[in-house]
Nanobody, 123 residues
Framework: QVQLVESGGGLVQPGGSLRLSCAAS????????MGWYRQAPEKQRELVAT???????NYADFVLGRFTISRDNAKNTVYLQMNSLKPEDTAVYYC?????????????????WGQGTQVTVSS
């Protein structure tokens, strides 16, 4: 009912920057909190940053001052600007959205994930 498509991942050298995008589509009535999570090999998925529809943000301590989350509500898109990247930032980054969707004439709340985009920080 909601499709999340991430883009912008890739290979970057330590200290470099990347900008991730996640576009939501489908039978969306309202997008509430949107966010980014990441999962490194053999590690659990962890929160990176979230943003409410009103623009209130929340960050994991390990990205404070380096990453910035933003969203364009008109485009149903959330972004993650990543600066000063470190090798330990290497992971698959997943977009997440809490959304209210139309389903069989009703409004139904759900939680949705994108397929993920690989970010590799290496020299």
């Amino acid at each position: 009912q909601v499709q999340l498509v991430e883009s912008g991942g890739g290979l970057v050298q330590p200290g470099g920057s990347l900008r991730l995008s996640c576009a939501a589509s489908g039978s969306i009535f309202r997008l509430n909190v949107m966010g980014w999570y990441r999962q490194a090999p053999e590690k659990q998925r962890e929160l990176v940053a979230t943003i409410t529809s009103g623009g209130i943000t929340n960050y994991a301590d390990f990205v404070l001052g380096r990453f910035t989350i933003s969203r364009d509500n008109a485009k149903n898109t959330v972004y993650l600007q990543m600066n000063s990247l470190k090798p330990e930032d290497t992971a698959v980054y997943y977009c997440n959205a809490e959304a209210v969707v139309y389903s069989r004439g009703y409004q139904v709340q759900g939680n949705y994930w994108g397929q993920g985009t690989q970010v590799t920080v290496s020299s």
